[in-house]
């Protein structure tokens, strides 16, 4: 059964940084693609990063130049370096993981993490 964990979480001041980690476990996941994602209070979950099994990467034009996608294929590890965060940056980031190439829509991935709660105070 495939189990994905979010970690690194918590509550950060304006223009400070968090790194998330998430570790993916219950099958290999050789080709597949990984992604975070966030949900805000009264808000649609939103694509943030996602990285191919080759390293490829994209971002939302919200986080790009402030946040870095990675992975560790050999720890089937992702993490988010999330740097100047802002107030509108809270959130409950979400991992999650999909065969093939990338993608933007959240209807494209097949397993998802219970999230970690990122709060930027002002």
């Known amino acids: 059964q495939v189990q994905l964990v979010e970690s690194g979480g918590g509550l950060v001041q304006a223009g400070g940084s968090l790194r998330l980690s998430c570790v993916a476990s219950?099958?290999?996941?050789?080709?597949?693609?990984m992604g975070w994602f966030r949900q805000a209070p009264g808000k649609e979950r939103e694509f943030v990063a996602a990285?191919?099994?080759?390293?490829?990467?994209y971002y939302a034009d919200s986080v790009k130049g402030r946040f870095t996608i990675s992975r560790d294929n050999a720890k089937n590890t992702m993490y988010l370096q999330a740097n100047s965060l802002k107030p509108e940056d809270t959130a409950v980031y979400y991992c999650?993981?999909?065969?093939?190439?990338?993608?933007?829509?959240?209807?494209?991935?097949?397993?998802w993490g219970q999230g970690t709660q990122v709060t930027v105070s002002s």
């Open positions: 990285i191919s099994w080759s390293g490829i990467t």
């Open positions: 999650a993981v999909r065969p093939s190439t990338i993608a933007t829509s959240r209807e494209r991935y097949d397993y």
């Open positions: 219950g099958r290999t996941f050789s080709n597949y693609a």
